[in-house]
Each structure stands twice: as C-alpha cells, then as structure tokens.
C-alpha cells in the first residue's frame, strides 16, 4: 500500500459505504474474476459496475451510468489495499484480478495449512486470510522521501511501516485504550519511522494512558512533524506578525489542501478573532472568540474535534481574567503565527481520522483478534501476545529494494504466521514453554482448549451484557417485523446489534443467543457452536457456509433427553421460496450430522413457514436418508421441527427449557399415520399450556 507524504493511511474508501464486509467483498471478487482477462479501462471499470448491480444487491444507487467507471474503480480500491486484488501488467496494460489470497477465499471452503502457531487460536477461515494479510501489510511512501534514503547512503532502500503489528505492540503494552487514541496514533504513523522511533511513541503514550499528558499535546508531540510543511512556517511566522491579515495568503498557501472554500473563510474568521484577542483583550474580543470557537469549522481546525478553548457556562458570563487563567495552559491562546500553523495543520489532520479510522478499524475487526468496542480496544488472549513478543522479534517497519517492494507473497495464500513473522522453531518451542508456564497446562491440547474456555468465557460475558433475555426477545421482535433490507427495523437492528452485518446473518446469530437463554445458562461453549465467523468483538460478521448447518448444538445424551445435539437453522426466505432455498439444506445438514453413530434434531426456525414444507420435516421422521458426503451411509429417518420466530419468542417470555421443547416435539412424532395440517399447532399449545410469562428485567 502507498500513500501520499500527508495522506493518512486507511484500508478502505469512502466511496464504498457498505460495512459488512466479509458479507460482500466475495461477491465482488467473483464478478473481478470474469474481467481477469480484459485490460483494466475505463470501460472495463464501468462494465464491471454494471454487473455488480445487476447480479448483486450491494447497492441501490440511482446514478447517472456516466459514474459506473468511477465506481468500479473505488468499489475494486477497497478489495485492493488488503491484498484480495492485484494488478498484473502485459504490454503495457493493466489487469486486475482476485489474487492468490483473494481466489482461494471465495472458491475454496477448506481452511488453508495453519502452522502451530494459528492453531492455538482456532481460526476459521475468514478470520484467518485477514489476520495473514493484515500481519503482512506495509504501508510505503508513493515516492520515497529524499532525505530518509539519504540516511542510509542507500538510494534503493525503501521504507515502509506495518500498522497493524504497530497496533498489536501498542495493546499489548496498554491492554485497553481509548479507540480515538488508537486510531490516531495508527493512522498517523509514517513510512519513514524507524523502528526505534516507533517503540518511542508506544512508550511515550504512557503520559496519556497515566493522564498526566492529554492526548492532543502527545500527538502534537509525536506527530506534527511529519505533517508540516516546514517551508510554510516561516510564511505563517511572518503572515500572523502583519496588523492586516491577507485572506488570500491563507486561502492558497497555507490552508489544509481540499479545504472547501467555505470552510476556509470560517477557519479564517477564527484566527482573525484570535488575533485581536491576543492584540487587544477586551470584553468585546472574548465574546467574538466565543462565538467563533463554537463553530464546527473552529473545533476540527484548531480544537481536534472539540471547542479550542474553555468557556464558562455561568449566567453571568466569564471574566477576561477567569478565561485566560482557565485556558493557561492552551499553547493556542499565545500561539505566534508558527504555532498556530502546526496546530492547525496537526487538528485538521487528526480530523480527518475519525471517518478513515472506522473504516480501517473495520478491516482489523475481521482479524477475530482485536475487541473493537464503542469508545475502547483491546487485544484477545493478551497473554499470549505478551509473550509472542517477548521471546520473538517482531518488527513494526524495515526497508527493501524496489524489487522486494513488489514481492508477490503479499498476494499469496500459502504463507503462514510463522512465515510472514520469520519465527524460528527454536522460538516456537520457547514461546510454549511459557504459555504451558502462564496457563498452567501440559502440552499444546490442553492450552489450545484453556484458550477456547478463555473465549467461551468472554462470549458469556458478551451475552449477559449485551443480549439479556429481555434484549433478545426485543431484537427477535424487530427481526420478526422487518420486511426488508434497509427499512425501520433493519436499521434498528443493525444499530443495536452490529452494521457489520446483515441481517439475515444477525438472526443466525442471535437465534444461538434465544437457546442460550432456553438453556437457562447451562450452554456455556454456544460460541463453538456457531459456524459463522465472528469478529474480534465478538459480534457476526459472516453467514456459515452453505457445507455446514448453521448453529449446532452439542449435548451429553441422557436418558432425559436421548441427543447428541441440536441443529439449528435460521431462515427469513419467505414462504415461496423456502422449498427451494431452505429445505435441502436443512435435510442434508441434519442427516449428515445422524450418519456417524450421532443422534442430532434439527430445528429450523424462520419468521413465516410453509406447511408443505414443514409437513416433509415431518414425515422424514419415516424415511431411510442417505449421507450427502457418503452415499453408503444412511439412516432409518431423522426428526426435524419448525418454528416461527414468534413461537421463539413466546417460548422465551415463558421461560420454557431447551430440553423440553426438543422431548417435546419427539413425543408427538407421528410414524406410519396420516398427517393432518394442525399438528404442529397442537404441539406448540402443548409446550406452552402449563408456563408463564418470564417477569422483565
């Protein structure tokens, strides 16, 4: 990836405005593959487009076709940066293509060859592909900086910077901190640090991690420089020094580059106020900088997104010496014209974060490995991380010729961990020894399932804090009343759930949370349960695959209840489709599951249902199936049961167990006997004839 001297670093673009990411960035690569062939033209980017519209439902924009090549362009730049696209060139032309990394993912459902390392962490394979090519990604200058090459005596030597790794060590160091922080400190960082100056910002964030130092002085501190034309200094010195100032010196030498010009002029109408403040402190002058200063314009220019200086609230106003004393310590209020060029240059930078940080955020939210909150992030399994860098040497940037610049293992799937982080066996070997020391375990078994209880752990935790009881029923409600994509209730559920998904997945997710809660607690591994991918939050992210059932829940057969476990699928296809789109799927997941000596039930859950469609459920209860995988397996029926999500959530405000439901349904399975279409309604009224509603919280 390359940027500009100025450019902040950022993985996506904000021309593409969809979050689910892992949800549609499949689609188009399949679409990229088709014009793997064809030179990469205006044209092509536009045809390109017009198929992404026509053949998916990413996008429902009424544009005018003269902007389908733009799209394309900007829809392929954020596949691109993360290494899931590639540009070949053949006589002079330019293709673009999924890469190595980038095929494998949406043609290959096998994971790909973990090293020991992955397989401590359990990754599936979403997670996966994004934490190798995150691991491996170096952000360089477009053109590398004359006097960083000069420090080498090395005109080949090309700098570069890792800023996922750079955020690894700063979590790792800090445990939980605060996103905004985060997010600058990661974004800012320039291809040019070395590495000692790298650690140095780590440690140096002490001061605001302590509260001793505010976060806008530190990253004045660390950071200015590198976003400051220096030669503008000494402009700005002499521009703020003149009693006039001149508007159109600060409009076309000195104001942030892309600054509309009407911002321009309130940025101006700000230093113009500051100015007669510094010159002539009256009651008049204050009020003037009040003003001012409340403008949204003031606060990204020279507040870092905050009104620039203290202001009272009281009824009576604020004193010209209670102001100043209340602001002593603002390197603004005294600033001559170079400071406040820094400052301004720095805010207006910073500014700029916010947007490019939460797109970046979301592609590191796909690596499972970072918990991405609201306002905080921290690092899964710190211990580890701990000690990864401890015993092994992991390095934030380095250099390279411009011919290792181009190294094709950024596109290709077959390096691990291991590989990309250049661990020696003898640090592997080292490095568990100390977590069978940390975690008190013997052998790599036993610490990979001390950390799955670890996640298991926290995903409880997730539940109790997050989707109650109370919360679930209220989500399963919206889910239950949404029509379509986009409408009140979809945003709804997005907004409280995650926006890094769609809803359909959501309801896949959340129908796990519902058994949780049938189970009054007892199914503390639900997380292992689900096949779909989670993010490091803990929060969906992607549908299971269409080779797997959705969630299956596994159970110590008793006597009280004769199953292995339970499958369950989720469905918001309605009624017309739901034959077509659902019923296989569910047949073939729950006797694949009954096919090695396993008794499973399938329970298939959808917010309508069709009774020729639940009726087969039913008497497949009679029928010798066949194993999808292994034709000379079969089994002598299997039990599948449908409910609506209204049932669900019936069965929930009741507090009906698990177990029950499932013993339940199999006591009214009818062999051998005409089927009338009333039967399941008879067995929901009998699950719930001696139960009460569940008090709210």
């Known amino acids: ?82 290494g899931l696209v590639e540009t070949r060139e053949l006589n002079d032309k330019k293709f673009k293509l999924p890469s190595g990394v980038g095929k494998n993912w949406i043609t290959d459902d096998s994971l790909s060859r973990q090293d020991e390392f992955e397989q401590l962490f359990n990754f599936n394979k979403d997670n996966l592909i994004f934490w190798r090519q995150l691991i491996k990604l170096r952000v360089f200058y477009k053109s590398e900086l004359k006097e960083s090459l000069s420090k080498d005596n090395d005109n080949s030597a090309l700098h570069y910077v890792k800023p996922f790794v750079f955020g690894l060590k700063l979590l790792e160091k800090y445990g939980k901190i605060n996103r905004r922080d985060f997010c600058g400190m990661v974004l800012a960082l320039r291809p040019d640090m070395p590495e000692e100056r790298l650690e140095s ?50 409009k076309g030498q000195l104001s942030y580059k892309g600054t509309p010009q009407s911002t321009k002029k309130k940025e101006y109408e700000f230093i113009e106020a500051l100015k007669e403040f510094q010159t002539n402190q009256t009651e008049q002058s204050l009020e003037r900088l009040k003003k001012v200063s409340k403008n949204e314009q003031s606060k990204k220019a020279f507040g870092f997104g905050k009104e620039p200086f203290k202001f009272s609230n009281a009824y009576k106003g604020q ?28 805010s207006k930078t910073f500014n700029n974060m916010s947007e490019y940080g ?12 970072m918990n991405i909150e609201a306002s905080t992030i921290s690092l899964n399994i710190s211990v580890f991380f701990e000690e990864l860098f401890n015993v092994c040497d992991i390095l934030m940037s380095g250099k390279v010729s411009d011919k290792e610049k181009n190294d094709e293992t950024f596109y290709s799937e077959r390096q691990t961990t291991e590989d990309i982080f250049k661990i020696s066996e003898k640090e592997i070997q080292t490095l568990k020894v100390n977590l069978f020391s940390k975690y008190r375990v013997n052998g790599i078994n036993n610490l990979r399932e001390q950390i799955e209880i670890e996640k298991d752990i926290a995903f409880v935790k997730l539940i109790n804090n997050k989707f109650n009881r109370n919360k679930t029923i209220e989500i399963l409600q919206h889910i239950r009343d949404r029509n379509r994509p ?25 129908l796990g949370i519902a058994w949780y809660h049938l189970s009054n ?58 034959k077509r789109g659902e019923m296989e799927p569910v047949i073939r997941h729950t006797v694949n599951l009954n096919t090695n000596n396993q008794k499973w039930y399938g329970m298939f859950v959808g917010n309508v249902l069709d009774e020729n469609v639940v009726n087969i459920f039913h008497l497949l209860s009679s029928v010798q199936l066949h194993d999808s995988r292994n034709k000379d397996k079969t089994i002598n029926g299997v039990d599948i049961f449908a409910l609506t999500i209204n049932e669900l959530i019936e069965f929930l405000k009741k507090n009906i167990n698990d177990q029950e439901i499932i013993n339940t349904f199999c006591k ?22 001696d139960y009460y509603i569940f008090p709210q919280d």
């Not at 986009?486 to 959340?510: L, R, Y």
């Not at 292995?564 to 017309?576: I, N, W």
């Open 668 to 689: 009214n399975i009818i062999y051998n006997k005409q089927l009338s279409s009333d039967w399941r309604k008879k067995v929901v009224e009998e699950i719930e004839q």
């Open 1 to 82: 990836m390359e940027i500009d001297k100025s450019q902040l670093i950022n993985l996506g673009d904000k021309s593409f405005t969809r979050k689910d990411y892992l949800e549609s960035f499949p689609e188009l690569l399949k679409i990229l593959d088709k014009y793997r062939n064809v030179e990469w033209n205006s044209d092509t980017q536009a045809s390109y487009y017009q198929d992404v519209l026509n053949e998916t439902d990413l996008f429902n924009r009424k544009e005018s076709s003269s902007q389908f090549a733009k799209r394309g362009r900007t829809t392929v730049n954020a596949i691109a940066k993360i």
């Open 319 to 346: 004193s010209i010496n209670e102001f100043v004393e209340a602001n002593k310590k603002s390197k603004l209020l005294t600033a001559n014209g170079a400071t406040l060029y820094r400052i301004y240059m720095v």
């Open 486 to 510: 986009g409408d009140e209730a979809d945003k709804w559920i997005q907004s409280n759930v995650t926006s890094q998904a769609t809803t359909p997945t959501i309801f896949e997710f959340m």
């Open 201 to 250: 910002i780590i440690n140096n964030y002490s001061k605001v991690y302590s509260k001793s130092l505010d976060f806008n002085g530190f990253f004045m501190s660390e950071y200015s420089n590198y976003f400051i034309d220096t030669k503008n200094l000494s402009l700005a010195s002499d521009w703020f020094k003149k009693s006039e100032l001149d508007f159109n010196v600060f």
């Open 358 to 369: 939460d797109l970046t955020l979301r592609y590191f939210n796909l690596s499972g490995i």
């Open 521 to 578: 607690g007892k199914l503390k591994r639900i997380r292992r349960d689900y096949n779909l991918t989670l993010g490091g939050n803990m929060l969906p992210l992607r549908h299971a695959n269409g080779g797997e059932g959705d969630i299956e829940v596994k159970y110590n057969r008793s006597e009280s209840f004769p199953y292995d476990g339970v499958l369950l699928e989720a469905t918001l296809m309605d009624k017309s489709t739901q």
